[in-house]
């Protein structure tokens, strides 16, 4: 996500670091949880027919 955020233009309360903090933990999150459904499917495939 783009860092260009600015306390003059958001919200004075909102913490705009770590909200782009958890926003990069849950893409990671979906795209290693992914890769790993993917090779989990893929090794089920070989060993089990």
Do not use: R, W
Not at 23 to 32: D, G, P, T, V
């Amino acid at each position: 996500m783009s860092n260009h955020h600015d306390q003059a233009s958001g919200h004075p309360d909102m913490d705009y670091a770590e909200h782009d903090k958890t926003y990069e933990m849950f893409i990671n999150l979906a795209k290693y949880g992914t890769i790993f459904c993917v090779l989990l499917l893929v090794f089920m495939a070989v060993t089990l027919l």
